[in-house]
């Protein structure tokens, strides 16, 4: 073998080196780029489930306040039927004051049911929105794309230089 080709071995021992660390290097880039991407949409999705959540929330609490109104006025509407009742039977008095009473009863456990129910969705949305944002760091990918090494690559090529040099010392090339 001639000493040309000992170094054109060595060139594309060099242009293989380079190649595979350019390589390696973009690799590392892409993988970290699409880290960053993945990062992001877990972000955005959890975004949007929170979005869904208060939604929810609202629609809920608008009912519940409905259901407040509704309740007032059937409370309303009773005692003014218990009192036109009362008043076209000239009835008066303790009777009259108990089936008074036992409508504001009535209203007032309805109420205290709703104000229940209330609570309960507000702890159910507390719940989903900490799960949401449990899901949200866990979907999170953390990882290490190490960069190709300059020193693992000049070691590299240090190596495939002696194993040449060893080769062609064989032959005499270099006695």
């Given amino acids: 073998m001639s000493y040309w080709m000992m ?3 060595a060139a594309m021992y060099v242009g293989e080196e380079v190649l595979s660390r350019d390589a390696a290097s973009a ?4 993988q970290k780029k699409l880290q960053r991407y993945r990062n992001t949409m877990a972000g955005i999705t959890a975004g949007e489930s929170q979005n869904a959540v208060t939604t929810n929330t609202t629609l809920q609490m ?13 409370q309303i509407q009773a005692e ?12 008066a008095g303790g009777s009259t004051d108990a089936l008074m009473q036992d409508v504001r009863r009535n209203a007032a456990r309805r109420q205290y049911q709703r104000g229940q129910d209330l609570r309960g969705i507000f702890m159910s949305e507390g719940a989903q929105r900490r799960s949401i944002a449990m899901q949200a ?14 020193a693992a690559s000049l070691l590299n090529l240090g190596g ?3 194993s040449l040099y060893n080769e062609y010392d064989k032959e005499g090339y270099f006695d």
Avoid: C, H, W
């Fill in 137 to 150: 760091e866990t979907a999170k990918t953390t990882g290490y794309f190490p960069k190709p090494s300059t």
């Fill in 27 to 30: 690799e590392a880039k892409a």
């Fill in 160 to 162: 495939k230089g002696l």
């Fill in 7 to 9: 170094a054109a071995q």
């Fill in 62 to 74: 608008m009912a519940n306040t409905r259901e407040s109104f509704d309740i007032q006025r059937n």
């Fill in 80 to 91: 003014g039927e218990a009192a036109v009742a009362a008043g076209a039977a000239g009835v």
